[in-house]
């Protein structure tokens, strides 16, 4: 059985009873939102310990009937066909209490950027990178997230070239941070007469939506330039200097917007660029502290070819974790959650493994 940190567990306990008791005092409005916060986040692992306890309760009434030789054989019998299930629901409770209490991503919660870009390939990356914007847009409907389309760049036979998007809703970037990465697709492009595969990919990168707490831009580290900004095809040009650019001076990010309000672009680029600055501030903290060993799913590193999507075969292939699966046409309808769900118990068990070893 799984060792367990039971005083903090208990601490956990006696902070979430502090908490039921000062909401059920009435406090002020604020004070309430900031209690019911905490409640929610400590519910799942407390209820978690409490099943935990309950069943260590029925083990030892369990293990002490067995003992006494007074019991008679009818109980004694019932007592050993229901000791191995009581001992298989403590084991999975263990499991579930660690994962609980495993160190928390502070952005996990946060809602995220979705920036996907056409890599090698022409054309037919620009279309693959359509593809997988509606596979994720397609799956934060199926979540309940907004999706919003910062700025775009067509492809010219269709998809994009870039388009960069924010997913808004809770816990977003926990289900969608091991996006990040090159994805690659192998089918036979609907213009090549002779049926040859084409490989190409794409580019994906899920940053965690900062908020102006999170990381602060000074005004005299930004330059901003507006610039006339025109329609497809040159058509429906806008006379007015409407689209934007940030240019970042420490760093060097530009992030442009040009939608029709230039007061929209520059919040919208704002946006951008503060998401931008807080996943490098935390990707340099994350090599910092794995110096010495490297997650194989949480390495965020973006030019790693994490994925092959072969169309031919139907099947699609995550190289980090060694998942196939024969179910391609379900995925780019927004049905990922197998591969989502497999890559967090991954890197669950990476963490768990690496506790372990500090033991």
Do not use: C
Not at 18 to 43: C, F, H, N, T, W
Not at 215 to 228: A, G, L, Q
Not at 277 to 285: G, K, N, P, V
């Amino acid at each position: 059985m799984a060792k367990l940190p039971v005083e903090k567990m208990r601490e956990l306990e006696r902070r979430f009873g502090e908490i039921e008791a000062r909401m059920s005092a009435g406090p002020a409005a604020d004070v309430y939102v900031k209690l019911a916060s905490e409640y929610s986040e400590l519910q799942p692992v407390v209820t978690k310990i409490r099943a935990y306890e309950k069943a260590m309760a029925e083990l030892s009434d369990l293990e002490a009937l067995l003992e006494d030789k007074s019991v008679d054989r009818e109980m004694r019998e019932l007592a050993e066909i229901e000791l191995p299930d009581v001992k298989e629901r403590i084991e999975a409770l263990e499991q579930e209490i660690q994962i609980l209490l495993l160190p928390k991503d502070a952005a996990d919660e946060k809602s995220a950027i979705l920036e996907i870009r056409a890599g090698t390939g022409g054309s037919e990356a620009a279309l693959f990178a359509g593809d997988l914007f509606r596979m994720y847009e397609r799956f934060a409907s199926a979540n309940n997230w907004k999706v919003e389309v910062l700025s775009s760049s067509e492809g010219e036979a269709g998809g994009f070239k870039e388009i960069i998007a924010t997913i808004t809703g809770k816990g977003v970037f926990a289900k969608l941070k091991f996006e990040s990465g090159v994805h690659r697709v192998q089918r036979v492009p609907e213009t090549e007469a002779g049926g040859r595969i084409h490989t190409s990919a794409a580019t994906v990168a899920v940053l965690p939506e900062a908020e102006e707490i999170d990381i602060e831009i000074r005004p005299e580290d930004i330059r901003i330039d507006t610039m006339r900004s025109s329609g497809a095809g040159g058509q429906h040009v806008n006379t007015t200097d409407s689209a934007v650019r940030i240019t970042h001076l420490p760093t060097g990010i530009v992030v442009t917007s040009s939608e029709k309000s230039q007061h929209q672009n520059r919040a919208k680029a704002m946006q951008v660029l503060r998401s931008r600055l807080y996943d490098a501030e935390r990707q340099r903290a994350d090599s910092e502290r794995s110096a010495d060993r490297k997650s194989q799913v949480g390495s965020g590193d973006r030019s790693e070819r994490i994925r092959t999507y072969n169309f031919p075969q139907g099947r699609v292939t995550d190289h980090r974790i060694n998942l196939t699966l024969y179910k391609l046409d379900r995925m780019m309808v927004g049905e990922i959650d197998e591969v989502v769900d497999a890559l967090l118990a991954d890197y669950q068990a990476s963490q768990l493994a690496q506790l372990g070893e500090q033991q």
